[in-house]
């Protein structure tokens, strides 16, 4: 995943597979590759910047963007199926003796291509996700395309529990060092539902046992050899996803700071099979891993407690009275805008639908089938329901 922030930050994170290198990969190879930093040794490998700060987050836990865990050592196995985040730099920095010493240098990204030995895998892969519920409900996990050409998303399913709405997200890092998730697997949205090589994404697994682990399978029958899916992310790539008939809300803003914000993964839909509450059609929302974001999310209630999502999917041909959250880390000004999806898969609503945005906290009014946007300015702040969709 490649985005470009201030000298101090990582400009890329790579979200992949560790399949690609071979099938006993550990943390040592991408070590061959470019910067890995804050991992110490392993037993027959070397340490590569051990008082530095971590760059390499092979597994998530769930409960939030923080429990991403060091690595054990730097012969710590990546395991095929699973995906893991890698932050790189765009300066070419030799190897130094500072922070513990190492092996590896920060190269610049210029040109700079993954390379992998091996020809992937030839049949089904098989991996098994442990439960991460928590109080926060998060039962998001960390996948990847394990083969050497693109997935289709219809080709991951999962066994002893569900996929939630038959999405993955994938992590698209915008100009300036911002980033928003971006839905993959939304039928007739126009963005391809396709992995490509080395593409990582969350998906969200649902035990049918809670404490139960989840088994996908990635099938090596739906690959597509011939297929160019963008991947997620180089800033540019990501596609804007809509869906008939659907309401996706676009966020983008400036931060008191100035950092520039956004995020494109609020969607509500209008499916025959869904329900109003929360069920297997609905999608929970995510928190991208930048210090600074700004956040908007169709707002339910699951288990009686307040719950924000990426995908809501609502009963078709009903009306619908959907509370919007919003969340800022620093005070800002934003934009709000849209794109409402019809069945003919034009920039309209079907025949008969209109779409209102209310602003709760000023009382603004927006018809949004004849405006396209609304300008706000918000405090830093939790989570509140700033906006009303009707």
């Known amino acids: 995943v490649v985005h470009r922030q201030d000298a101090q930050a990582p400009d890329v994170a790579i979200y992949l597979d560790g399949y690609q290198f071979h099938a ?12 890995v930093q804050g991992v110490a040794a392993g037993t027959t490998t070397p340490a590569q910047y051990p008082l530095a700060a971590h760059n390499v987050f092979p597994t998530y836990l769930g409960g939030g963007t923080g429990d991403f865990p060091r690595p054990t050592g730097t012969d710590a196995a990546l395991e095929t199926g699973r995906g893991f985040y890698w932050y790189l730099y765009d300066r070419d920095i030799p190897a130094t003796t500072a922070f513990g010493g190492g092996t590896s240098f920060s190269r610049e990204l210029t040109g700079f291509v993954l390379s992998a030995t091996g020809t992937g895998p030839a049949a089904n892969v098989v991996r098994a996700f442990a439960d991460n519920n928590d109080p926060a409900d998060d039962n998001f996990q960390m996948l990847a395309n394990p083969f050497a050409q693109p997935l289709a998303v219809a080709g991951i399913t999962a066994a002893g529990g569900a996929l939630q709405a038959g999405i993955v997200q994938a992590y698209q890092p915008t100009a300036g060092g911002g980033g ?3 839905t993959l697997g939304v039928a007739g ?3 391809p539902d396709v ?15 809670a404490g139960q682990p989840v088994t996908v399978t990635y099938a090596f029958a739906q690959t597509q050899p011939g297929a160019a899916p963008p991947f997620y992310g180089r800033p540019g790539e990501a596609v804007l996803p809509t869906v008939p008939p659907t309401v996706s809300l676009s966020l983008a803003g400036t931060l008191a700071s100035g ?7 609020a969607v ?14 609905d999608a929970s929302k995510l928190t991208p ?3 600074a974001y700004a956040l908007v999310a ?8 307040p719950y924000r999502l990426a995908v809501d999917s609502r009963p078709a041909a009903e009306a619908a009275t959907v509370p919007v959250a919003f969340t800022a880390t620093e005070a800002g000004t934003f934009t709000l805008s849209w794109a409402l999806a019809g069945q003919d898969s034009t920039a309209a609503l079907p025949q008969g639908w209109a779409a209102v945005l209310s602003d709760v906290a000023t009382g603004t009014r927006v018809e949004m089938n004849s405006a396209a946007s609304y300008a706000f300015t918000a405090a830093a702040g939790a989570w509140s329901e700033r906006f009303v969709l009707t």
């Open 24 to 35: 006993s990969a550990t943390i040592n190879n991408l070590a061959g590759l470019n910067l």
């Open 298 to 305: 169709p707002a339910i209630r699951r288990d009686g407690q």
């Open 259 to 265: 950092q520039p914000v956004e995020d494109r993964a």
């Open 189 to 191: 949205d126009g963005v």
């Open 180 to 182: 928003t998730f971006v």
């Open 268 to 281: 509500v839909r209008f499916l025959p099979e869904a329900e109003a509450g929360w069920d297997a059609h």
């Open 195 to 209: 992995l490509a090589v080395w593409q990582g994404a969350f998906a969200e697994l649902a035990p049918a046992t």
């Open 289 to 291: 891993p930048n210090a």
